[in-house]
Structure formats: structure tokens, C-alpha cells
């Protein structure tokens, strides 16, 4: 039977129900390229949404234009990635401190930090002053979509946010598709730096929701107090983690090879830093910063392991269509942007009809079941792209290759939440999207490296096919993506058509690894448990007195 919409929040009107939406959905960063019932208060959350989703893929078209005008190749894989592993790094500290001071304080504080990276982006001159504004971006982004997460989580039950949660599909989807068209357009027609100019209003309309009508619990902890009670070793080691693992990997076979001691020993010590974390959140903290129970069982790992292969295909598929469409199809910014568009939409869709679904059913395991199996399928499609593959076919695996990755985006959610109690969805909200951001993160850092690799080893087919020295070089591996339209330049035909089979041969070898990883999301699948979804909602106290009453309970 379908469950009965609750009744807005009390003292909750239609008109704040629907800007505290608007808010959170705008300020969620989609940081994927890459995607109903009566209104509740949460327009605020909508904004916060979109702005953190909008500048990645607003940026995905800019990208190689933003390399050649900054002359640094290396932009093409650091400017994502330092925005998704700050992200993912900052995430669960912006969490754990709406917990402690309150979820409104922490999002304001969240949108400026936004709007101030963003301005510093716009004005940047060098590559590396670009990429630590992006850093900034990212850290800001990562309390945008925690907490657009997490409020939505203490306003309505489980079974009712996954209705709600269907937007942020939307929200995705529109974010994904204006954002290419708007930073082609505004790449083209004016200047890349519009794409971060842009935040700037965005982030101001969206505070001013917020400061308004986002009225949820404020437990107004002293400053002094909540320092004092901030886990910071679980923090630090959180940051030491996520940095040396994903920067390890970000150098390996691109800046450093994979057996320098560079690479090895940031890895290692990253690796070592996950079982100091462990340790310090299951033995030393007094307010952890990412409380562990929520993994104690084999249904919630599976769950887990799902989103964080989904976090990689999905961004992964957003952040290099473009780098095929570009550099394979030869199509400007702006219509790559275009192209993209089915994709986009698709996913939006979906995401909006399973949301439904899931709320009308009270069933969730069915989409993910669904959802695995088509993004192994949709993404194993891709792998047929080649230098000589049509427009429509292109259009035609892009619409196969959406349903997948929309049917995971919020089941795996519902599932974690729906586990747990509700004053513990913050926390367990916080690990999911933690997991999710450092697969995205990982996901463009790997994809980079198999195409900057897999062009180094066309370079013999290159010399074969009598291409310039200067040519071959502006395609070496760490040069490639900078320089995707290189093949206009060359008057001859077979020339141009080895040029294009090696962007396409090294995209089709990234393919492969998502596809690779989409398909460990369907072994997962078998160890789920469904639960049914629970329609009761009570509302979540923050704040230190609930802090320590929670932790006592426990002991």
C-alpha cells in the first residue's frame, strides 16, 4: 500500500517548506558531472545541492581550454580532483560539527566558504592557484552536500525522504545539463572564469533561503565548548588518510612512476593512517567523528561497497564523455554540452520516478538489483565507442548507459538510513557520502592515469603514421588532454584519423575500468537484506547535551 504523506513540520508552512528545499537542493554541489507530494521545507536544500553539483559539471567542459590558456596539462585531471578530494576529506568534519553546533550555523557557514573559493577561482592566474580555489571550492562543497543530506534526513522518515530524495536527481540532472551548456557557452562566448563568477549570486540567494525559513533545531553551543568537544585526532587523521592515499594515486604513472618512493611511500602511509583512524574512532574518541557501528553488518558493507563503486562509474562516465566527445567527435564545448544532454536527462527521470517508487512500495532492494545490472550493462556499452562511431549511436548508449547509475543514486541511501536510528542518520549519512566523495575523487585520479598511460602507448602508432615530433609530443600522456583538438591542425586525413583512434582506443581502455567496477556493485547486490522502510519520524536534537546523553546510552 502506498504510504500516506505525512503532514508538513509543525509550524511548518508551504512557503518555507519549499524555500528550505530550495535552499539545500541549490547548494548541494554536484560533484558528479555528473543528476513530489506536498512541499516541505526545504528549498534551501535544493540551492545547496545545485551549486556543488552545477560546478562540476559546469567546469567538465571548460576544462581543456582552461589547460591551454593556463599552459598546464596537468589541470585537466587536478582541477577535478582536488575539488572532489577536498570534498570527500572535509565531508564528515562539517557533519560531526552540525552536530555540535546546530545544522543552520553550519550550512551558512558552508555557503560563504563557497562563495569565497569561488571568487578566488574566478580571479586566478597560475594553474596552482586555480587548484588550491578549487581545494577550497571542494572543502566548502563538502559541508553543502552534507548537510543538504542531512536536513532533509531530520525533516521527514525514511520512507518519506525517499520521495524528496528523488529531487536531488532532478537537481542533478539540471545542474548536469545547464552546467555544460552555460561553461561552454560562457567558455566560448566570454570566459571560462564566468564559471566560477556564477557561484556568487547563486550563493547569495541561496544563504538568504536559509537565513529565513531553515528553522530546525539550534542548540546554541558556546564556540569554546564545541572546539573542545571536536574529535580533532580523528579529524586529522581523516584528512592525513584521504590526502596521502588520493594524491598518491593522482601522481602514480603521471607525475611520478607508479615505483618511485614518492608514490609509494604516500600510499603506504595512507594506508597505515585508515587503521590509526579506525583505532582512534573505536577507542579514543569522545564524540567520534565517524561513529563505526553503522558497519557491523554484512547487508550495511554491502551497501556501502555498492555506493562506492557507483561514486566511480557515475562520475567517472560524467567527467570523460566529454573528454570523448571533444577529442573523438571533435565537437566544441558547446556542443558537447549538448550531446550530453541525453545522458543528463535520462538520469533525471529515473531518479525522480524510483524516488517515487520507493516511497509508494516501501521497497528498495528491487532498484538496486535493477540498477546493477544495467550500469554493468550500460557501461560495458561504451566500450564499443570509437573514432568512427556516429552521432546517434553515441545518443543511443547514452540513454542505455543513464538507467543504471539513476536507480543507484538514492536506494543504497534509504537502505543505510533505514538501518539505523534517526538521531544516528547524521552520522551514518556523513560515512555514506564520505565514501561516495572519496570514490569520485579516486574514480577521476584513476581514470586520468589509464588515459594519460594508455596515450603514451599509441605513441609508436603515431611515429608509424608519420605525425610531426611536435604533434606527438602535445599527445604524450600528460600533455593529451590539453590538446584535444590537435587533430583539426593535421591536413592529412589518415593522419587525423590515427590521432583520433588513439584518443578514442585510450577512452575505450577507461571504459573498460568502470565497467570493470560497475559490475562489482552486482556481487554486492547478493548480500543485501531488505528491511521494511520505517514512516515514523521524530525530530533530531542537536547540540552537546544530546551528544553526551546519546554516548551514555550506549555505554
Known sequence: MPAEIEESPKGCTKLRLYSILASLYVSHPITPGPVRGLPRPTSSCQLSLFLA??????????????????????????????????????????????????????????????????????????????????????????????????????????????????????????????????????????????????????????????????????????????????????????????????????FGGAIFPWSSPKVVCLVVFGAVAIGFFLFAEHRLAKYPLMPLGVFKTLSNNAAFAIVFAHGMVLIGIEYYMPLYLQSVQQASPIRS?????????????????????????????????????????????????GADTSVPVVIGLEIVGAFGPALLFQAPVVAIQNTVSQHETAAATSSLLFLRNVAMSLSVAIGGVVFQNSMEARQPSLVA???????????????????????????????????????????????????????????????????????????TKTGLQHLTKRRDAKK
Not at 517508487?357 to 560495458?380: A, D, P, Q, V
Open 337 to 385: 554540452g549538448i550531446l550530453l544532454l541525453p545522458l543528463i536527462i535520462v538520469q533525471a527521470a529515473v531518479e525522480i520516478i524510483a524516488g517515487y517508487l520507493i516511497h509508494y512500495t516501501g521497497r528498495y532492494i528491487e532498484f538496486m538489483w535493477s540498477g546493477s545490472l544495467l550500469m554493468t550493462l550500460g557501461t560495458g556499452l561504451y566500450i564499443i565507442l
Open 53 to 250: 553539483a552545477l560546478d562540476t559539471t559546469i567546469i567538465a567542459q571548460s576544462i581543456p581550454t582552461i589547460c591551454a590558456d593556463l599552459h598546464s596539462a596537468a589541470g585537466y585531471v587536478w582541477i577535478g580532483s582536488a575539488y572532489l578530494l577536498a570534498t570527500a576529506a572535509a565531508g564528515p568534519i562539517w557533519a560531526k560539527c552540525s552536530d555540535i553546533w546546530g545544522r543552520k550555523v553550519v550550512l551558512l557557514l558552508a555557503l560563504g566558504a563557497f562563495a569565497a573559493a569561488s571568487v578566488v577561482a574566478a580571479l586566478s592566474s597560475d594553474m596552482a592557484m586555480l587548484i588550491a580555489a578549487r581545494a577550497l571550492q571542494g572543502v566548502a562543497a563538502g559541508g553543502l552536500i552534507q548537510l543538504s543530506m542531512i536536513v532533509m534526513a531530520d525533516l521527514f522518515s525514511v520512507r518519506e525522504r525517499s520521495l524528496y530524495m528523488g529531487y536531488t536527481g532532478f537537481v542533478w540532472a539540471l545542474a548536469g545539463s545547464a552546467g555544460p551548456l552555460v561553461g561552454g557557452a560562457f567558455t566560448q562566448a566570454v570566459t571560462w572564469r564566468w564559471c566560477f563568477w556564477i557561484n556568487v549570486p547563486l550563493c547569495a540567494v541561496t544563504f538568504g533561503l536559509a537565513f529565513v525559513f531553515l528553522d530546525v533545531n539550534n542548540p546554541r553551543t558556546k564556540l569554546s565548548e564545541g572546539l573542545r568537544a571536536v574529535d580533532w585526532l580523528g579529524t586529522l587523521l581523516v584528512l592525513a588518510t584521504t590526502n596521502l592515499i588520493l594524491v598518491g594515486l593522482d
Open 465 to 539: 603514421a608519420g605525425i610531426s615530433e611536435s604533434v606527438i609530443e602535445a599527445l604524450s600522456g600528460s600533455e593529451a588532454a590539453a590538446n584535444v583538438g590537435i587533430a583539426q591542425t593535421l591536413q592529412d586525413p589518415s593522419q587525423r584519423h590515427v590521432v583520433l583512434e588513439a584518443f578514442a582506443w585510450s577512452i575505450r581502455n577507461m571504459f573498460i575500468l568502470y565497467t570493470c567496477l560497475a559490475g562489482t556493485t552486482v556481487i554486492g547486490c547478493v548480500f543485501l537484506k531488505h528491511k521494511n522502510l520505517n514512516t515514523e519520524h521524530t525530530e
